[in-house]
């Protein structure tokens, strides 16, 4: 698990450069990378706070439960499915960011859904059936 420990510090820190950059062409790839890599140590408030984050569809705040904030993470589901399946229809190869659409699509598709969760429940149980999606990315 060291090795995992020292993915986890460089992605970290990749994802603070990036962040600091925020005006210039972004990767997503330290992200992904990041938020995948928090998912598969469980800590997905970590993963879902980063994605959400990298991708400008929330901030995503452990204690707020408005049903503004609730109705927001609806709305930006609908547009990343609706993204998705068009990208998929599409079947043209792009990248976002230097990841490939489809899969940025579904990370946003997975992400908010647990967000979405974790605001009505307040848990991520359920999000961890979201695993086997996300290892298929």
């Not at 984050?53 to 503004?68: E, G, I, V």
Request: aromatic share 8%; proline share 1%; hydrophobic share 40%.
């Amino acid at each position: 698990s060291g090795k995992e420990s020292e993915a986890l510090s460089r992605f970290q820190e990749a994802v603070r450069i990036q962040s600091r950059l925020r005006g210039a062409c972004l990767s997503l790839q330290p992200f992904f990378n990041l938020a995948l890599l928090q998912w598969k140590k469980r800590h997905a408030h970590d993963a879902i706070k980063t994605w959400l984050s990298a991708r400008d569809l929330s901030m995503f705040q452990r204690n707020s439960n408005s049903a503004f904030e609730l109705n927001e993470f609806h709305q930006k589901l609908e547009v990343a499915i609706q993204s998705y399946n068009d990208q998929i229809q599409v079947q043209t190869s792009r990248k976002i960011g230097g990841i490939a659409a489809e899969q940025v699509f579904l990370a946003d598709i997975i992400f908010l859904q647990c967000a979405i969760q974790f605001k009505g429940e307040g848990i991520l149980a359920s999000c961890q059936e979201s695993d086997l999606r996300l290892s298929q990315i």
